[in-house]
Antibody, heavy 121, light 110 residues
Framework: EVQLVESGGGLVQPGGSLRLSCAAS????????MNWVRQAPGKGLEWVSY????????YYADSVTGRFTISRDNAKKTLYLQMNSLRAEDTAVYYC??????????????WGQGILVTVSS | QSALTQPASVSGSPGQSITISCTGT?????????VSWYQHHPGKAPKVMIY???NRPSGVSNRFSGSKSGNTASLTISGLQAEDEADYYC??????????FGTGTKVTVL
């Protein structure tokens, strides 16, 4: 069974940093690209970042470019999101999601349950 | 990176059909057959209902179907059921190799 479990969320002050983790199990993690998607309170889903299976390619939404860094450790089957210079508008539930683009289709086929990040003083 | 445009809400009675539109540009929806649709119940993980415009993942009811014309994609739910009440989001691949979501549509079963 495919499982994605996020951790590392919590309350952080504006300007602070936080690192999210997403532990994967039930599939060959090193064979899939991964994404972070977030949902601010009362708002819609927003794609945040993408990383290819071998970490050769990363993409970011304009709203987080220069502040967030996506990475992965295939040996530990874990995806990360390092978030720096956090702003109030980064407050959201953050989801990790598996991507199958490297297999010819484009969809997020499995998602974690999400982790809440609150940026407030 | 403006979000794709969806109606804020759509409603229907049980058994009816409803259609949700998703309008983008030639740099996303219109440029690729890589539109997917997600059902999201509050507090739960989103679930893919349609991918690559019109493909249905294994286990998804055939009451869900997708299509595309130009820069607008559509999700149709036929035989509407109470369990279909949720938020629905479209998503597209973009010319920058990124992903983009729609603004979201709340489906209400009357």
């Amino acid at each position: 069974e495919v499982q994605l479990v996020e951790s590392g969320g919590g309350l952080v002050q504006p300007g602070g940093s936080l690192r999210l983790s997403c532990a994967a199990s039930g599939f060959t993690f090193s064979g899939y690209s991964m994404n972070w998607v977030r949902q601010a309170p009362g708002k819609g889903l927003e794609w945040v970042s993408y990383i290819s299976s071998s970490s050769t390619t990363m993409y970011y939404a304009d709203s987080v470019t220069g502040r967030f860094t996506i990475s992965r450790d295939n040996a530990k089957k874990t995806l990360y999101l390092q978030m720096n210079s956090l702003r109030a508008e980064d407050t959201a539930v953050y989801y990790c999601a598996r991507d199958v683009v490297e297999y010819g289709s484009v969809l997020f086929d499995y998602w974690g349950q999400g982790i809440l990040v609150t940026v407030s003083s | 990176q403006s979000a794709l445009t969806q109606p804020a809400s759509v409603s229907g009675s049980p058994g009816q059909s409803i259609t949700i539109s998703c309008t983008g540009t030639s740099s996303d929806v219109g440029g690729y057959n890589y539109v997917s649709w997600y059902q999201h119940h509050p507090g739960k993980a989103p679930k893919v209902m349609i991918y690559d415009v019109s493909n249905r993942p294994s286990g998804v009811s055939n009451r869900f179907s997708g299509s595309k014309s130009g820069n607008t994609a559509s999700l149709t739910i036929s035989g509407l059921q109470a369990e279909d009440e949720a938020d629905y989001y479209c998503s597209s691949y973009t010319s920058s190799s990124t992903r983009i979501f729609g603004t979201g549509t709340k489906v209400t079963v009357l």
